[in-house]
Nanobody, 125 residues
Framework: VQLQAAGGGLVQAGGSLRLSCAAS????????VGWFRQAPGKEREFVST????????RYRDSVKGRITISRDNAKNTVYLQMNSLKPEDTALYYC???????????????????WGQGTQVTVSS
């Protein structure tokens, strides 16, 4: 499966962005999808994940209540709605996919087999 992340940009603190991860190739509805981010000089970190059927979502603690992950399998797309953005949310955001649904290691980058190219999110203070 090929993934294309989009929707990043420059926004002021408190603003919103919606990222999208469009998939092509194999049956997208069979894949769990995760979002990760990486700031300069830092390790890639987990942001959120959604199961193949959308029934299970998870978030890192620092984004809970501000970020919502969703998917539209008919459109082969996963979304990351980000509200109340903070400067510390600034990073390159990646989407990733795995067929290991409901994986207990959902927060590890190594749990995902396919990665998009990343989209930059910059939040100014």
């Amino acid at each position: 499966v090929q993934l294309q992340a989009a929707g990043g940009g420059l926004v002021q603190a408190g603003g919103s962005l919606r990222l999208s991860c469009a998939a092509s190739g194999r049956t997208f509805s069979s894949y769990a999808v995760g979002w990760f981010r990486q700031a300069p000089g830092k390790e890639r970190e987990f942001v959120s994940t959604i199961s193949s059927d959308g029934g299970l979502t998870r978030y890192r603690d620092s984004v809970k209540g501000r970020i919502t992950i969703s998917r539209d399998n008919a459109k082969n797309t996963v979304y990351l709605q980000m509200n109340s953005l903070k400067p510390e949310d600034t990073a390159l955001y990646y989407c990733a996919a795995t067929m290991l649904d409901y994986n207990v290691y959902y927060y590890r980058p190594t749990a995902y087999d396919y990665w998009g190219q990343g989209t930059q999110v910059t939040v100014s203070s």
